[in-house]
């Protein structure tokens, strides 16, 4: 996403805040007589919630597809699936996938609109709009603002979007964690890559806590969850010599006592729940965007 277009959703997010999601619910038929469908082929709590809170509170007609009971398990393909629901006259299709590239994919089997809501290890654009739309509200800008992102980099839609985004907005960014999680061929003169978390901190305004992935354990060398946490989890005691005014984010899920402390979590200097909300403002931001009523967001 070009800057212009980064700057214009989250604009769009900080009006409907502005209004109130109270006030949106009752009032904004933005979107009345068009249909979102929500195609999640991945678990997802915040994200799919948050597209179909977006979309009724915009006046849209929203479906969940499930993928069990579908005919996908009698063999029909994703291009097949989607197919059909453009022919079932929906409006725009919101797909997660656990595999990098099926949304765009899928984007060239129909001609209706498709968000990305995450796909493998790719981008989770949403995502990345709301941590951006976060940082903003709490600090008043982003430009020359530093974002220390920990964990297992590798394997993160969230760093990806997270870290093209605030690149884009003219952030500085830290990539930390161990040294077998972090990409060797990254570059921009505002990247770091680090596998030391007390350095990168010294810096940060704000840290983007990621969740480890458990079923990467197996991977050949990495640390045990003490030894983890021992390293590169944000711990009771790393929060507190950070103080408050270092901003505390995760994407979700959390797994408590191994990334981040349920203490942490608490803190003032959290940030966690309102990422959790502005995903509701972004995504009606999106979906006004890809559905053409830019001028209702
Ligand atoms: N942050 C995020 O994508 O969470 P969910 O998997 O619950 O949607």
Same mark, same amino acid.
């Given at each position: 996403?070009? +800057?212009?277009?980064?700057?214009?959703?989250?604009?769009?997010?900080?009006?409907?805040?502005?209004?109130?999601?109270?006030?949106?619910?009752?009032? +904004?038929?933005? @979107?009345?007589?068009?249909?979102?469908?929500?195609?999640?082929?991945?678990?997802?709590?915040?994200?799919?919630?948050?597209?179909?809170?977006?979309?009724?509170?915009?006046?849209?007609?929203? &479906?969940?597809?499930?993928?069990?009971?579908?005919?996908?398990?009698?063999?029909?393909?994703?291009?097949?699936?989607?197919?059909?629901?453009?022919?079932?006259?929906?409006?725009?299709?919101?797909? +997660?996938?656990?595999?990098?590239?099926?949304?765009? %994919?899928?984007?060239?089997?129909?001609?209706?609109?498709? !968000?990305?809501?995450?796909?493998?290890?790719?981008?989770?654009?949403?995502?990345?709009?709301?941590?951006?739309?976060?940082?903003?509200?709490?600090?008043?800008?982003?430009?020359?603002?530093? @974002?220390? !992102?920990?964990?297992?980099?590798?394997?993160? /839609?969230?760093? /990806?979007?997270?870290? $093209?985004?605030?690149?884009?907005?003219?952030?500085?960014? =830290?990539?930390?964690?161990?040294?077998? @999680?972090?990409?060797?061929? $990254?570059?921009?003169?505002?990247?770091?890559?680090?596998?030391?978390?007390?350095?990168?901190?010294?810096?940060?305004?704000?840290?983007?806590?990621? %969740?480890?992935?458990?079923?990467?354990?197996?991977?050949?060398?990495?640390?045990?969850?003490?030894?983890? +946490?021992?390293?590169?989890?944000?711990? %009771?005691?790393?929060?507190?010599?950070?103080?408050?005014?270092?901003?505390?984010?995760?994407?979700?899920?959390?797994? %408590?006592?191994?990334?981040?402390?349920?203490? &942490?979590?608490?803190?003032?200097?959290?940030?966690?729940?309102?990422?959790? =909300?502005?995903?509701?403002?972004?995504?009606?931001?999106?979906?006004?965007?890809?559905?053409?009523?830019?001028?209702?967001?």
């Amino acid at each position: 996403m070009p +800057r212009a277009l980064i700057e214009d959703l989250v604009d769009g997010a900080l009006r409907v805040k502005a209004e109130g999601l109270g006030a949106v619910r009752s009032r +904004r038929q933005a @979107l009345a007589g068009r249909s979102v469908v929500n195609c999640f082929f991945e678990p997802s709590t915040r994200t799919k919630t948050s597209f179909e809170l977006a979309g009724k509170y915009l006046g849209a007609d929203v &479906v969940n597809f499930q993928t069990r009971g579908s005919s996908l398990e009698k063999g029909e393909t994703l291009e097949d699936t989607v197919r059909t629901l453009e022919a079932l006259a929906l409006d725009v299709l919101v797909i +997660r996938h656990a595999v990098s590239g099926v949304p765009e %994919r899928l984007a060239q089997a129909v001609t209706i609109p498709v !968000i990305n809501a995450g796909d493998g290890f790719h981008e989770h654009p949403t995502q990345g709009l709301l941590d951006v739309l976060t940082v903003y509200e709490a600090r008043g800008r982003i430009d020359g603002l530093h @974002l220390v !992102i920990v964990g297992d980099i590798l394997h993160s /839609r969230v760093a /990806r979007s997270d870290l $093209w985004g605030f690149l884009t907005l003219g952030a500085y960014v =830290t990539l930390v964690g161990p040294p077998q @999680l972090l990409p060797s061929a $990254w570059h921009h003169e505002r990247l770091r890559v680090t596998p030391y978390l007390a350095d990168a901190l010294k810096e940060a305004d704000a840290v983007q806590v990621l %969740r480890i992935q458990k079923e990467r354990q197996s991977l050949a060398g990495l640390p045990s969850w003490e030894e983890y +946490r021992a390293q590169w989890g944000i711990t %009771r005691e790393r929060a507190e010599q950070l103080g408050d005014h270092v901003l505390i984010m995760h994407p979700g899920p959390q797994n %408590r006592g191994v990334e981040i402390d349920s203490e &942490v979590m608490m803190r003032t200097a959290s940030q966690i729940s309102r990422q959790v =909300t502005n995903g509701v403002a972004v995504r009606m931001a999106a979906l006004s965007w890809v559905l053409g009523g830019a001028d209702e967001h």
